[in-house]
């Protein structure tokens, strides 16, 4: 079945690039997502790329997508604390039911 | 900006209760959904509705679960019965490409 997958911690410094990276095994994904989760909260959409398509940028957040080796990446530029949190990577095949990645939790030391 | 609305943020209930879970999607969504995240595992798709009836459904949702539009604004997720693993983080979405988590109820069945 589908399946996807992330490492579960990431640490770094205030300023430092972050990046999040997913592997994912359904072929015919059509949608690839990133979601961010504060504590105590919902899930938040931060950016979604289509699969023919293989960067999309979105002020500091850079996603690339890698459909060869069906992986999936979040830069997140000049990271601040506020940025910590748990991600969430998500496939899709025609925008309806999402898989879920276990989450990374991003850890922002100042 | 537009909410995904879920109460109540927690529900504690005795097993063998039934519980109600309520949600308010965005107005002008279509397609409605319920994911849960049990604690220490991965957000799991449970159920989608469009057009006044269940358009996908995984294996969890079996004969326990039941989803209802009752009203033009309300979207219910019904649990009979409920077992101590029915414990979890329920969360509402709304939309279609890319959409809206409500904050979620967190279930405690004790």
């Known amino acids: 079945g589908e399946d996807v997958e992330q490492s579960l911690f990431l640490s770094v410094r205030e300023g430092d690039s972050s990046v999040i990276n997913c592997t994912y095994t359904d072929s015919s994904s059509t949608y690839l997502y990133w979601y961010k989760q504060e504590p105590g909260a919902g899930l938040q959409l931060l950016t979604y790329?289509?699969?023919?398509?293989d960067m999309k940028q979105d002020q500091r957040l850079t996603v690339l997508l890698n459909k060869k080796d069906k992986h999936l990446s979040l830069r997140i530029a000049d990271t601040q604390t506020g940025d910590s949190a748990i991600y969430f990577c998500a496939e899709s095949n025609q925008g309806g039911k999402l898989i879920f990645g276990q989450g990374t939790e991003l850890s922002v030391k100042p | 900006e537009p909410e995904v609305t879920q109460t109540p943020s927690h529900q504690v209930t005795q097993m063998g209760q039934e519980v109600i879970l309520r949600c308010v999607p965005i107005?002008?969504?279509?397609?409605f959904y319920w994911y849960r995240q049990i604690l220490g595992q991965k957000v799991e798709f449970l159920v989608s509705f469009y057009n006044n009836e269940i358009s996908e459904k995984s294996e969890i949702f079996d004969d326990q679960f039941s989803v209802e539009r009752p009203d033009g604004s309300n979207f219910t997720l019904k649990i009979r019965s409920t077992k101590l693993e029915d414990s979890a983080m329920y969360f509402c979405?709304?939309?279609?490409?890319?959409?809206?988590f409500g904050s979620g109820t967190r279930l405690t069945v004790v």
């Open positions: 790329i289509f699969s023919n398509m």
């Open positions: 979405a709304s939309g279609g490409v890319g959409y809206t």
């Open positions: 107005s002008n969504h279509l397609y």
